[in-house]
């Protein structure tokens, strides 16, 4: 009948036995297979929020935001260094002012109390970026990023020329078009090319390069500087050795980092969770069926004794014993995975709610508002690799629960168990 | 010790100590020494606790001698471990107990196929060679498929002694094969055990019932767990 024949009928043998270890044995493992699913997909979110973070480093002259404040521009010399930082791999400058002339009109009207643009109104200012004529696809104040719709961008031998790039609301109410001619503080800046940046104020600016403005507007630096760094991990560093270049009085040093700081702390946190919670699966699996073979052992006494006496080797008991044991984490295995497929979503979002939970505008309805799910949620994909580590883990715990078992067994005596009836 | 032809048990200066739950000594087997010819039914009788299932239990390597040596059909059983004990225990002997000790989860003809199925016999073997000597017993086939529970003691003791004949051992050890039986039953299965040595085994039954030891062609008597006399045989 064979030792695994005969592993199977001693299960059989005794359902109500077989069928609580392998209860308690599903719910443990099925408990780690979820932490391992959830552990995997907490990585995958971590790594996710560290692509959203981005390595973007702005250095700005201190207590500027935008156009206003601030001690002026950061001094170019300063700047230059910036390049040779380790890990940094980009230093984009940019320069940004106001338009003081008189021959534009600003697009945007700010309303008064009527809603009219006067009177009770102000026009708010044009603003004027100076941008680096190798930046592709930049981003603008305000927000948006430069679409051309009209003309071109700069080209990399325009840093100097006396051209500009101008938002299609600020074209539209100064009547501009390709080739037309501002005069910028005695200089005739010619237009080549009208963008449209989806936001009312992003279209309400004037886009020069930086060596054009700086020259136009008597500027000896740039305000502000975005430094991009190879690695999310190395943005501490080269955010330190700016700090070497730049004094706290002198720039503002941001990174994205903080705004993301509570969405990573929340499912770091989860992360955390997940792995004790998975350690804790583990190890009542392992004492389950290590208690299960036990006792399985221990009133089985006499049976061992009776095989002990007509023949069966140590090896052979244990081979019978360990079978029954692999037989039944197999089973709770197989439960313990689909009991995955059903819980694994349920326990990720529990763990990321209840270890921080969003972040958000108040009343939820911002970009990271609305809880959890936009961007901290962690979406739980349960692979059918699943049932691989199930099947992994039943091994490792039968070897585990067959391991102490066998010293016991091959103490029992035939002839001390079998005496007494 | 003589090196007699016919000699399959030979056993010198045997000694079994245990410790009891006091922390005292006591020899359940004192200084025994003796010699068994092949092919009998022999009895060791004595009352109880005068030291024969100890005796038994020993020469079947069930347990180990403090002293002395048995050695049986060349094999020293005394120096046994390990595989080898197991070994000897599945081929060499074959056990019937009292309390029978079948598996009660197993089947009649399971029981009887078990020994030689750790043997590694193909299945279809074990169930011919269970179901012959089940048959040999007197256990017909209507019976071989009932799990030990539903058979009666007699039928549940020729189970026991169909699986000690499983692997054709030599030599047979019974401890009280009929102690939990009623006489009429008893006579039936010490006929069964004395009819094994007509096949070439040798039977050693232990007993403290002076009928059996009247149908054993050797009788060694026990006290205090020394040898005090034998009959009918020699010694």
Redesign the interface.
Known sequence: ??TVR?SL??LI?SPLRTGAIVTILSVSIGLALIMVTVHGATENQLGSIAQQIGTEITVQPAGRFGTMGGNGTLAQEDVDKLSDIPHVVSVQESVQTQYTGDGLQSAVEQGGPGGGSFPGGFRMGIIVMGLDTATENPALMGGGQMNITEGRYFTTGENNADVMVVGQALADKNSLSIGSTVGINGTSVQVIGIYDSGQVFGNNMLIMPVGTVQSLFNLGGVTSVTVQADDVNNVDAVVSSIRGIFATDVADVTTAQDMYQRINSSVANAQSASTIAMIAGFAVAAVVILFSVILMVRQRV??I????????????IELQLGGEALAMSVMAAIVGALITYALAQKVANLLVTSSGGGFGNPGGGGLFGGGVTNVAGVSVAVSPEVFLYALGIAIALAVVASIFPARYISRI????V??Y? | MSNNKDTVIAVDGLVKQFITSEFTTVAAVNGVSFELPGEKMIAIKGPSGCGKSTLLNLIGALDKPTAGSIVVDGIKVSELDGVSEAEYRLKKVGFVFQYYYLIPGLTALENVMLPMDLRGMKRKKQEIGARQLLERVGIDASRQARRPTRLSGGEQQRVAIARALANGPAIILADEPTGNLDSKTSTRIVELLHSLTQEGRTVIVATHDADIAARAEMVLEMKDGKLIGQSRGKL
Do not use: T, V, Y
């Open positions: 009948m064979g005969r009928r001693n043998r006499k049976e004794g009776i095989l002990k006496a007509i023949g069966a080797s140590n090896r052979q005596k035939p002839a001390e079998l005496r009836e």
